[in-house]
């Protein structure tokens, strides 16, 4: 019994000195030998020998020399003798220069970009600061969708300022362009703004048009379609001026009709159309009124400005003779509309132009689109109303 025992405690002797001499031989031999990098008490990263630390460090301050004329270091780092798992944790190269550029406490002379008095980003000089910004002109020249791109310029007003900066601020120039573009996407004013102005061409339909005929054959109150109407296509040629991918404003360079609409033509008895007094206008859009009528800025505000989106879509506001469809000064494409009575209604900034001079329209019908044209700070429909030549109020007749 006794000799059975003193086996099991002979045994259990073994099996920890087994375990034991395992453990030593794994954590002294198959491990690695090498060496952390800390600043303070934070561990960056490893490397095998003091001799590929000390390489890669002074390539990085030789590179930093050829650079800039001022270069200040602050050898703030440790080097500790340690032992890792995995051999692959070392580094070394150009893997350790990155991490040594981005971490140590080197200082340099370099320049603070800064747009608008805002600072921006750090780089080595102004020409860095000119590469950046012709990067930024042309992806924003490509991404307008222009042709014939006549002028391309940054608007904000750009400076530098010389600044001692740490070695790890500095960036390269597509990461600096990468920032940027994600920055404009996400604010409402950003840091860049390109203005891009080109031509851009659209194919248009022409919406075939409804002429009212009276009639003396017909019945009172009948009507009769003598020819049904059929639309055509336009081409149009527009110089545009977009302001980073965003359209500003659209001018009508050329309008080449490449399949005439044909009318539709109704013959009526007693056609009568309608006018201020004995009806109230539908609303020309949808949308809030942005500005009203009467005094704006030290000067008569002749109409009402309905703010709506770009495109949205712009009715007649009563019946009606189209007795102008074009560009005019200010206004931007244009249209007006002859009520009788005296009465004619004016909508203008238009992007689209839908109807042409000599057109019959009726109430609600879809004469043009919102745009930002002419003398214009974004999309809007500046609504007139006016009696004998005089401008009145649109809303004290407006539904």
């Known amino acids: 019994m006794n000799i059975l025992k003193r086996n099991k405690i002979k045994i259990a002797v073994i099996m920890i000195t087994v375990i034991l001499t395992a453990a030593i031989m794994y954590f002294n031999v198959y491990k690695y030998s090498g060496y952390s990098i800390s600043i303070g008490n934070n561990a960056l990263t490893f490397v095998k020998s003091k001799s590929?630390?000390?390489?890669?460090?002074?390539?990085?301050?030789?590179?930093?020399?050829?650079?800039?004329?001022?270069?200040?270091?602050?050898?703030?780092?440790?080097?500790?003798?340690?032992?890792?798992?995995?051999?692959?944790?070392?580094?070394?190269?150009?893997?350790?220069?990155?991490?040594?550029?981005?971490?140590?406490?080197?200082?340099?002379?370099?320049?603070?970009?800064?747009?608008?008095?805002k600072?921006?980003?750090?780089?080595?000089?102004?020409?860095?600061?000119?590469?950046?910004?012709?990067?930024?002109?042309?992806?924003?020249?490509?991404?307008?969708?222009?042709?014939?791109?006549?002028?391309?310029?940054?608007?904000?007003?750009?400076?530098?300022?010389?600044?001692?900066?740490?070695?790890?601020?500095?960036?390269?120039?597509?990461?600096?362009?990468?920032?940027?573009?994600?920055?404009?996407?996400?604010?409402?004013?950003?840091?860049?703004?390109?203005?891009?102005?080109?031509?851009?061409?659209?194919?248009?339909?022409?919406?075939?048009?409804?002429?009212?005929?009276?009639?003396?054959?017909?019945?009172?109150?009948?009507?009769?379609?003598?020819?049904?109407?059929?639309?055509?296509?336009?081409?149009?040629?527009?110089?545009?001026?977009?302001?980073?991918?965003?359209?500003?404003?659209?001018?009508?360079?050329?309008?080449?009709?490449?399949?005439?609409?044909?009318?539709?033509?109704?013959?009526?008895?007693?056609?009568?159309?309608?006018?201020?007094?004995?009806?109230?206008?539908?609303?020309?859009s949808r949308g809030s009124i942005s500005s009203n009528f009467g005094m704006r800025w030290g000067k008569m505000h002749k109409g009402i400005d309905i703010a709506a989106n770009f495109g949205a879509r712009i009715n007649a506001a009563l019946d009606g003779t189209v007795i102008y469809a074009a560009w005019q000064e200010g206004y931007g494409n244009v249209i007006k509309i002859n009520h009788g009575d005296g009465i004619e209604t004016t909508y203008a900034h238009c992007s689209v132009i839908k109807v042409k001079k000599g057109e019959v329209v009726k109430t609600g019908e879809k004469i043009g689109e919102v745009g930002s044209t002419g003398n214009s700070t974004g999309p809007h429909l500046h609504f007139e109303v006016r009696k004998n030549g005089e401008a009145i109020n649109p809303q004290d007749y407006m539904n």
């Not at 030789?62 to 890792?84: G, R």
């Not at 600072?119 to 600061?129: F, I």
């Open 119 to 284: 600072e921006m980003a750090y780089v080595v000089n102004d020409n860095q600061g000119k590469e950046i910004l012709n990067s930024l002109k042309d992806y924003y020249s490509k991404g307008s969708k222009l042709n014939g791109i006549t002028k391309v310029e940054v608007i904000n007003k750009i400076s530098y300022e010389a600044v001692m900066v740490k070695i790890g601020s500095l960036y390269e120039n597509y990461e600096i362009v990468k920032a940027l573009i994600e920055y404009n996407n996400r604010v409402q004013k950003p840091f860049i703004t390109v203005k891009v102005i080109g031509n851009v061409s659209k194919e248009q339909t022409i919406f075939a048009t409804t002429v009212i005929k009276s009639s003396n054959t017909l019945m009172n109150g009948v009507s009769k379609i003598m020819r049904e109407g059929k639309d055509g296509i336009k081409k149009v040629t527009l110089e545009a001026i977009v302001l980073n991918n965003k359209i500003l404003s659209e001018k009508i360079l050329n309008t080449e009709i490449t399949t005439p609409a044909q009318s539709k033509e109704i013959y009526v008895e007693n056609y009568k159309q309608k006018v201020l007094g004995t009806t109230y206008m539908n609303s020309p």
């Open 52 to 117: 590929e630390f000390n390489k890669a460090y002074m390539e990085l301050l030789s590179d930093a020399k050829s650079k800039y004329s001022k270069v200040i270091t602050k050898e703030d780092f440790t080097l500790k003798k340690v032992k890792v798992d995995d051999i692959a944790m070392f580094i070394s190269g150009n893997d350790l220069r990155k991490i040594m550029f981005k971490k140590f406490n080197i200082v340099v002379n370099a320049f603070v970009m800064k747009s608008d008095n």
